[in-house]
């Protein structure tokens, strides 16, 4: 099918829209077929169910590559391992801009409890001012637009001053070992002369009447560890104070109630001083501005304890328990998953060694599942000006924070690499949206239509060769 650039048509509708400032809407940036083509792609891709586990990517690439195919767009699918697929395109420039930019999404979801919805998570219904379904946050709407928007600049026909890839990537909700981990260990051929990566982890919004786009630069890093213990087995009509639960019991106790101290690290440190601009009660904006005295001061920390705490810490949830398969059985064996957060910078073997001393029971073993460097991308480069310039074509007062995110994405397994990665996204989030991960997880179909218009606009200021936009850029 075609995909084309409508020219700037403003109806009477969105003119009235333009009296109120900052409320852009798809006639207004113009791309009207683009937004259209968006929301059709993401409903489609919304009925893929790739529920991880198991993932099924494959299906998910698939579909992603038949719209590559039909737009005359070369690109490769391969799996590292049986249904679990990645979905690789690259549109190439003459490198007189720079390396490669990356458009990153993943295809998978984590899984649903459908009685939980309202609606079918697998429908991709469009209801209200809202589309439906598991991904659509996270992170199938930035899929579906950087599809669009890829397939778009492929039929512009623009001469690129650098390479364009489109990755899509399977298990980013499970790690990314089979994903983008994947791809960075055992295709690095398809990252030749990459620069920048751009994927999730970027949030932006309107306050105090100007966006602000919080852009991710760093994360906390994931380390996920198996706690293992044996011991003898028995009736359970006959308890033993030595059994491998009882001692795993006790050592999650002491992991329970263990706190690590307060860090507050550089990346961190920068990121809630510049948030000290956007937060409207004074008094607060003046504690993020001295946010290292604040950060001594219980009261602040206990009011903002759920929102700042986990940037400020190494944090441990107790996930997985495994013990006996029946009630009334003494088993050998018990296990139990942490979720690990450290801090950017922290040596995860460091607190591997902590963490034994905590527990302080040579039986039980300690087995990483995941580890993983948490890095930095500074702000300041190309990509972040063209971020910036983005911004400002639709509101002048528009500004980009740099900030640290709890949680984490794919962009460390290029951020390893040395490549720059940040998390953004061209939508404006609304309370009314959400939850990632919820039930009734959705999105404003505003946001999808609006999508293509503003990425198509970065990638214009970024990657078309400037005696294509006169220089201008
Ligand atoms: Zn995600």
């Keep these: 099918m075609r995909i084309t650039r409508a020219g700037r048509r403003i109806s009477g509708a969105a003119l009235a829209l333009l009296l109120v400032p900052f409320v852009a809407t798809a006639q207004q940036e113009g791309d009207v077929d683009l937004g259209l083509r968006a929301v059709e792609v993401l409903q489609s891709y919304l009925r893929i169910d790739t529920s991880n586990p198991p993932g099924n990517e494959a299906e998910a690439a698939a579909f992603l590559a038949r719209h590559l195919q039909e737009a005359g767009i070369p690109y490769e699918i391969f799996e590292s391992a049986p249904g679990r697929a990645n979905l690789y395109a690259r549109l190439k420039g003459d490198g007189s801009r720079g390396g490669a930019i990356i458009l990153l999404h993943h295809m998978d979801v984590v899984p649903v409890d459908p009685l939980s919805w309202n609606v079918d998570p697998f429908s991709g219904v469009v209801l209200n001012e809202f589309i439906y379904g598991r991904g659509a946050l996270d992170s199938k709407a930035y899929g579906a637009v950087q599809l669009v928007t890829f397939m778009a600049l492929h039929e512009a026909g623009l001469p690129l001053g650098r390479d364009v890839i489109l990755l899509a990537t399977a298990d980013e909700e499970a790690g990314g070992r089979l994903g983008a981990g994947y791809v960075v260990k055992n295709r690095p051929d398809l990252l030749e002369g990459a620069e920048f990566v751009l994927t999730e982890g970027g949030s932006a919004s309107e306050i105090g009447g100007r966006q602000v786009h919080f852009v991710e630069v760093s994360q906390k890093m994931p380390l996920w560890l198996r706690l293992r213990v044996t011991g003898p087995s028995g009736h359970a009509a006959k308890p033993l104070r030595d059994s491998a639960v009882n001692r795993l019991v006790r050592a999650l106790e002491r992991i329970r109630i263990y706190r690590g101290e307060i860090k507050l690290v550089p990346a961190v ?3 809630l001083r510049a948030r000290a601009g956007y937060i409207v009660d004074p008094a607060v904006a003046e504690a993020f501005r001295n946010i290292e005295t604040s950060i001594g001061d219980p009261a602040f920390l206990a009011a903002l304890a759920e929102e700042i705490e986990p940037l400020l810490r190494n944090t441990i949830s107790i996930t997985v328990l495994n013990g006996a398969p029946n009630t009334n059985i003494i088993s050998t064996e ?31 073993e300690i087995e990483p599942l ?9 702000p300041g480069t190309p990509l972040w000006r063209a971020l910036e310039a983005t911004a400002r074509a639709r509101d002048p007062e528009a500004v980009l924070v740099p900030n640290v995110i709890p949680g984490f994405t794919d962009s460390h397994y290029f951020r390893e690499l040395g490549l720059v990665a940040y998390g953004w996204t061209p939508f404006l989030s609304s309370p009314r949206e959400g939850p ?17 218009a503003i990425l ?15 220089g201008v850029r």
Aim: net charge negative.
């Design 370 to 378: 995941l580890v993983t460097d948490a890095t930095e991308s500074r």
């Design 269 to 271: 440190a920068e990121a």
């Design 436 to 452: 990632a991960h919820g039930a009734d997880e959705r999105m404003l179909v505003t946001n999808v239509e609006r999508g293509p």
């Design 456 to 470: 198509l606009d970065l990638l214009e200021r970024l990657a078309v060769s400037r005696e294509a936009v006169g």
């Design 334 to 364: 018990a296990s139990a998953d942490l979720d690990c957060r450290l801090l950017p910078g922290e040596d995860p073997g460091r607190f591997i060694a902590t963490l034994t001393d905590v527990i302080d029971d040579p039986g039980i």
